[in-house]
């Protein structure tokens, strides 16, 4: 990356205990599509962080996928998953990025940079997402693994963690809705009889145009996977 005269951060590959052997990579990861576009460059996918993101979220979904497996076997799908995507989502990556002081290596614009870009959580989490593909990429999956359990899930009550979001998910929906200003959820349960045991379908709906759907052995489970799907949608869509 010709166009960055930002030297290689020492600090964060200290603060993440992994050389790189190429730090362009450990720079692409950290410059925010903003820099390129502000200096009046073309912008091509190559120049900024949002492809490794991309597969930064692969790599953080597998690795945190295979953890919460080997630490609750005797947790069902609907529970796993309901883990997983606490511990992967935006605001819990943002906190990870802080710890580590990502934002301050950040490569951005000048008017992202004023507006508060190096402390935003969608920007601080995606490049966590790029930073960990970054490390994927130069030294594989055992450096990604590593750095993911340290900073990511370590520290974690996994147990208390999956309950209170299964008793607070709805709750979650609701409240994200109502900041939104989206109509207050509406769901729909239909038992199926196809196998044995018994399973449900629930439908949650915000309005006309929003909805997702969960399953489960209970209308309870199957409307908390609904609201789960719904929630990390809308979190996702920013």
């Known amino acids: ?60 979904g597998l690795i945190v996928s295979e ?28 906190e990870v990025a802080r710890n580590l002081r990502i934002g301050e290596h950040m490569v951005m614009g000048k008017a992202e940079d004023r507006c508060g870009g190096r ?16 490390v994927y990429l130069d030294g594989g999956i055992e450096p990604a693994r590593r750095i993911v359990l340290t900073h990511v899930v370590a520290g974690e009550d996994m147990r208390a963690l ?19 200003n989206l109509p207050k959820p509406e769901y729909s349960v239909r038992a199926e009889h196809a196998g044995y045991p018994q399973e449900f379908v629930a439908e949650v709906r915000v309005g006309l145009d929003l909805s997702a759907s969960g399953r489960g052995k209970s209308k309870k489970n199957a409307e908390m996977e609904a609201a789960r799907n719904l929630l990390l949608r809308l979190e996702t869509a920013g």
């Open 1 to 60: 990356m010709a166009d960055t005269i930002h030297p290689a951060p020492v600090e964060l590959e200290a603060a993440i205990g992994f050389q790189f052997r190429n730090r362009d990579l450990l720079i692409r990861a950290l410059t925010h599509a903003s820099h390129r576009g502000e200096s009046g460059q073309e912008r091509v996918p190559q120049a900024d962080n949002e492809q490794l993101e991309f597969l930064g979220d692969a790599v953080l």
């Open 67 to 94: 953890y919460v497996i080997r630490m609750c076997p005797d947790f069902d799908e609907g529970r796993l998953h309901n883990l997983k995507t606490r511990l992967i989502n935006r605001t819990h990556l943002a």
């Open 119 to 134: 402390e935003k959580d969608s920007v601080l989490a995606n490049a966590t997402e790029a930073l960990l593909a970054a």
């Open 162 to 180: 999956s309950t209170a979001g299964m008793n607070n998910i709805k709750s979650s929906l609701e409240i994200l809705a109502r900041q939104r």
